[in-house]
Structures are given as C-alpha cells and as structure tokens.
C-alpha cells in the first residue's frame, strides 16, 4: 500500500525518483507494522508517531529541498495513511 500510494504522489506532482529509494522507504515504512508487538505500540498509534513516520517517509523518499516541495507530498502520504484505516473519517 506504501509503495503505490508514494508513487502515485510522484507520478500527480510530476516528479522522478529513485525507484531503489521508494522501495527501501516502502519497506522500512511497512515494517512499523511490526512494532505493534514492541513496547513502542503507544507511540506509533499516537496522532503524533503517526505524523513523524508521515514526515519521515515523504523525505526518505523526495528528499528535503526546501518547504514548498516538501508540502505537497506530505499533504498526500498523510492524507493517504490516515484514509486507508478509517474510510468513514475522509469521506464524512
């Protein structure tokens, strides 16, 4: 689910990246799932873990040039994680 929703946010905002780079951050990103089974669970299902994994992906992935690039594809990870878990939440 990562890995299309980081390529699809490349593919609308028209910009190349490195396929090695978004397979290593998908795969990073997809194995917080196995944190649940850590004393970490807290955080990573706190609002708060949730937007600095967000922030962490989208510079794994685009890299950080400045503000205004960053921005954009923040705006479409987040709200991409949070709509996967609670469709009813995004179209309400």
Not at 52 to 78: A, D, H, K, Q, W
Request: with cysteine; proline share 3%.
């Amino acid at each position: 689910m990562n890995i299309i929703l980081l390529l699809l946010t490349a593919r609308f905002l028209k910009r190349k990246i490195s396929m090695k780079r978004l397979l290593i951050v998908a795969a990073v990103s997809s194995s917080t799932v196995f944190l649940i089974l850590t004393p970490l669970e807290g955080f990573f299902l706190h609002p708060l873990g949730k937007f600095l994994l967000s922030v962490g992906v989208v510079i794994g992935t685009f890299g950080f040039y400045n503000f205004s690039f960053l921005f954009p594809r923040f705006i479409y990870v987040l709200y991409g994680q949070f709509c996967s878990r609670r469709r009813s939440a995004c179209f309400s």
